[in-house]
Antibody, heavy 121, light 111 residues
Framework: QLQLQESGPGLVKPSETLSLTCTVSGGSISRGTYYWGWLRQPPGKGLEWIGSIYNSGRTFFNPSLKSRVSMSVDTSKNQFSLKLPSATAADTAVYYC?????????????WGQGTVVTVSS | QSALTQPASVSGSPGQSITISCTGT?????????VSWYQHHPGKAPKLMIY???NRPSGVSNRFSGSKSGNTASLTISGLQAEDEADYYCTSYASSGTLCVFGTGTKVTVL
């Protein structure tokens, strides 16, 4: 069974870089035609797709965050990562990593449990 | 790209059927056969319940069904059970560039 686990600081200071890593187990990130995505849910709000990365490094981002987001993949460690520089309070959220598949960009079939990130001084 | 519109809350008694709507535009729900639904219990990972408008992943109860008419997609839960109490989100492919847009979310309460 595929499992995903987010890791990273739970507290980030404003203007610093929010960095998270997702470790995949139970399957290879290099196999199949899947993207690997990041999503978030701010307090009291709904889910938002941040972006997704293929094992080749090809990325697609939500246009609302595209100018700030970067993602990378490390197939040797079966991990992919998210970086969001210049963090603000608006980036406070539960962050999820998920496997992103299907031809219509709406299928996230395996998820991590989520990690809470608070942006505050 | 604006979020898809869902009712904030829907409720029903055990055994009843409820329907959650998800309204978008011709650039997303109306123009796409790619609509998915997620169940989210607070503190847990969201769970895929329906994909490609009407398809259920393996292991998902057949009490959950999806449909679409025009710019509105719907999730119906029949034979409502206490364990169905959760937040539900729709998502659609969006041709405008966002690729994947989520709905505003609906809290389902089992009375």
């Amino acid at each position: 069974q595929l499992q995903l686990q987010e890791s990273g600081p739970g507290l980030v200071k404003p203007s610093e870089t929010l960095s998270l890593t997702c470790t995949v187990s139970g399957g290879s990130i290099s196999r199949g035609t899947y993207y690997w995505g990041w999503l978030r849910q701010p307090p009291g709000k709904g889910l938002e797709w941040i972006g997704s990365i293929y094992n080749s490094g090809r990325t697609f981002f939500n246009p609302s965050l595209k100018s700030r987001v970067s993602m990378s993949v490390d197939t040797s460690k079966n991990q992919f990562s998210l970086k969001l520089p210049s963090a603000t309070a608006a980036d406070t959220a539960v962050y999820y990593c998920a496997r992103h598949g299907g031809s219509g960009w709406t299928i996230f079939d395996f998820w991590g449990q989520g990690t809470v990130v608070t942006v505050s001084s | 790209q604006s979020a898809l519109t869902q009712p904030a809350s829907v409720s029903g008694s055990p055994g009843q059927s409820i329907t959650i709507s998800c309204t978008g535009t011709s650039s997303d729900v109306g123009g796409s056969n790619y609509v998915s639904w997620y169940q989210h219990h607070p503190g847990k990972a969201p769970k895929l319940m329906i994909y490609d408008v009407t398809n259920r992943p393996s292991g998902v109860s057949n009490r959950f069904s999806g449909s679409k008419s025009g710019n509105t997609a719907s999730l119906t839960i029949s034979g409502l059970q206490a364990e169905d109490e959760a937040d539900y989100y729709c998502t659609s492919y969006a041709s405008s560039g966002t690729l994947c847009v989520f709905g505003t979310g609906t809290k389902v309460t089992v009375l």
